[in-house]
Each structure stands twice: as C-alpha cells, then as structure tokens.
C-alpha cells in the first residue's frame, strides 16, 4: 500500500495527516486505525491474527476514527521503534499460534514525545492464525473482525497444505525445464551436477500473484546484485543478459561451467551453477562437490536478493529452497577432515520461510538454511562450519 505514492518506509506525518477525513481511507478489509496500542492487549493480538488470515494489512496506532473515518492524529507514547518492536515480537510469539505473522512496522515522531506507529501484518504463510488463550479463529473483512466458521477454518487448512505442495511442484517444475537438453534458457544444466537456490514469495504460491516492476534491470542488468569480486560472483558469475517470457535472466557459459540469475516477474528469483562441483583428480579420487563454499556464498546471496526486493517494493515474506541436482555419487567437501558422499540424485532443504528483516531474524534464517542443507549430507550444525576460502 502506498500513501501519495510512498512506501511505508518513506510515510511522515504529513503522509498520515491526508487520511483525515478522507473516505478512500476509511477502514476496510485491509487498514484499521486504534486511538490507543499496547502489544499485550488480546484486541491487537485478534487484529493480527484477523489480517494474517486474509491477505494482510495496516494497523494505524495513535489515529482516531468515527464509524471507521480517520478524525485526528492523536498519537500514543513514542517509547522508540526498537522497544516497540520488541513488545510486539514478544507478545505475538508467545500467544499466537501455529507461529508469529510476519509483520514490519514503521513509527513516525511527533512533538510532545507522541509518535503513530503502524504496523504492517503480512498475509500469513502458515494459515489459519489463532490467540491461543482466545481459541477463535478471526479473518478480517470489510465490515472489521469476523469470527471464521467451521467449513471457512477446513478449507484454509487445506489451502495452506496445497501452497505448500505448490511450491515444491514449481520448483520441480523450473529444475526439470533446467535439465532439458534443448530448453531455451541459453544454457543447459542436462547430465551436470548443479546447486539451485529459489526465493519464492508468498503471493507466488497463494493464489494472489503479484507483478513487480523489473524493468528497470532490463538497462542496468550489470548491476544486478553487486556481486561482483564475491566468492558468490564467482559462483554465480552472470555476464551476459537476455530478456526472455519470464523477465531476465542473467547467464554464463563456457568450458562445461555455466551459471544463471532468473528474475521473475511475479518476484521469483532463480540462481543455479554448476561451478562448484568437479571430477575426481589428484589425491580426491571422487567426483567433487564444494560444499564449504555454502556457509560462505548463502549469507550474501540472501542479502543480495532481500536488496533487490527493497529496490523492486516486494515486501512480503519469502520462502528460500536450496536444491543440489545429479550429484549422486560426489563427495560433499566441508573441510580436508569433513565430508559425505551424497548418495541420491536429488537433495532438497525444507523451505525457509523468510519474514522479519531484521539482521538478526535474516542470520537466524540463514543458519536454518545451512543446517537444513547439512541433514540432507549427514553434518550437523552446518551454519557454524568454519569457510576456508580457496579462491
């Protein structure tokens, strides 16, 4: 949602002060204003779990309103963004279940120590949402709250189950069109072991797809995601570019070694190379995977993708899949003392779902990728795997 054609993050008050009284902005499916807020009252928490149900939402603290008009910027106590996030975060994990809603939130000063704050809840991943302590299911609609009915809460379930099973049939789907051996991408992954890593957002797979606008990389593909001199541009080395149906895709090719970065329209964006796997030579006898090179490149990819979401406005959360494809047989290679054979054709992580952008929420996630690749080659605790850089 824009306000005078703003994202959240750039809102000041004189942004908040053109929704008095203006009946665009009066309450709906997806905006609610509240006089007053504390993190802990069961009322924020049912609006939480009311937007995370449907497909998100803006809750407006220290906003006044009549019959659900905007009247007056009142403001609450301006107790600073990182304590109110804090509060927030705490009440919401320790009482809504099956899991926090992700949410991001923006607080805007005011004189006389007043702020509002507003409180971004995304669309939930993990539908149906509940307070546990309240036990009723609440989606939100235009009219405000509404308690969800039975054959309403049976059918989220199943959906939620389905976007689930979605997002592991696209992924298939993208892995097999890379493995054809005639497919028009330019380049071909056909017989070659390689890495994939999809970053999937949440509308990619809900049913609510949105487009988002890449065009401009289409002029300035060079600068894609400023990995350049990285050991993940080496990895996922991209020098020539190619609009094609699906938006850009950045690629590289030659001497049997070839990556690619796929942006899509819907926010999808793909990586894949085959540059970290070799055949056996020297003292290592075995085919070769460099699976150290994981605890190196991820962090910075993942970095690398959540500022290109801020440059193209996709704010949703995303779930994050890594996939090693043809690789049965190779040695997985964490260190001179640390290795596995990996022994099937296809190893896939868990989706990580990625909400809060805060450093430590995207390190927290990063690690869960790391370790769910590590279950799948039989090493534990991968993240904290020291990276000997090679070059």
Not at 7 to 21: F, H, R, V
Not at 167 to 185: C, H, T, V, W, Y
Not at 274 to 279: A, D, G, Y
Request: aromatic share 10%.
């Amino acid at each position: 949602m824009q306000i005078n054609d703003k994202s959240l993050n750039e809102w000041t008050i004189d942004d908040i002060m053109t929704l008095i009284g203006d009946e665009q902005w009066r309450e709906s499916s997806t905006i609610d204003y509240k006089r007053e807020f504390k993190a802990r009252d069961e009322g924020f928490k049912k609006d939480v779990c009311a937007f995370a149900n449907a497909q998100g939402g803006y809750l407006f603290m220290g906003i006044d309103e009549d019959d659900g008009l905007a009247t007056a910027v009142a403001g609450i106590e301006n107790v600073g963004i990182d304590s109110f996030n804090l509060g927030i975060s705490n009440a919401l994990s320790s009482s809504i279940e099956p899991s926090r809603p992700a949410y991001e939130s923006h607080l805007i000063p005011m004189e006389n120590n007043k702020c509002v704050l507003i409180i971004h809840v995304f669309e939930g991943y993990d539908k149906p949402y509940r307070v546990r302590n309240e036990g009723r299911f609440w989606i939100r609609g235009n009219a405000g709250n509404e308690v969800m009915s039975y054959l309403v809460i049976e059918e989220m379930f199943l959906r939620t189950n389905a976007q689930k099973d979605k997002l592991g049939q696209m992924i298939d789907a993208r892995l097999s069109f890379l493995k054809e051996p005639n497919n028009p991408l330019y380049i071909q992954y056909h017989g070659s072991p390689f890495l994939a890593l999809h970053f999937m957002p949440l509308s990619s797979i809900s049913g609510h797809e949105k487009r988002y606008p890449i065009k401009n990389y289409f002029e300035n593909s060079d600068a894609l995601f400023g990995l350049e001199g990285t050991e993940a541009g080496r990895l996922f080395k991209a020098a020539q570019s190619k609009i094609n149906m699906d938006g850009l895709v950045k690629f590289s090719a030659g001497g049997g070694k070839m990556s690619h970065i796929q942006l899509f329209w819907n926010g999808i964006v793909e990586l894949a190379s085959n540059r970290s796997f070799s055949e056996g030579r020297g003292a290592i006898a075995a085919p070769h995977f460099r699976a150290d090179l994981m605890c190196g490149v991820i962090p910075g990819l993942v970095s690398a993708v959540i500022g290109y979401y801020e440059t193209i406005g996709m704010n949703e959360p995303f779930s994050t899949v890594l996939s090693i494809e043809n690789a049965g047989g190779y040695l997985a290679s964490v260190s001179p003392r640390l290795s596995a054979t990996i022994d099937r054709a296809r190893l896939r992580t868990l989706a990580v779902r990625i909400g809060e952008k805060s450093a430590d929420a995207v390190q927290a996630d990063i690690d869960a990728l790391l370790d769910e690749f590590g279950y799948l080659i039989g090493i534990n605790n991968f993240h904290a795997v020291e990276t000997r850089s090679r070059g």
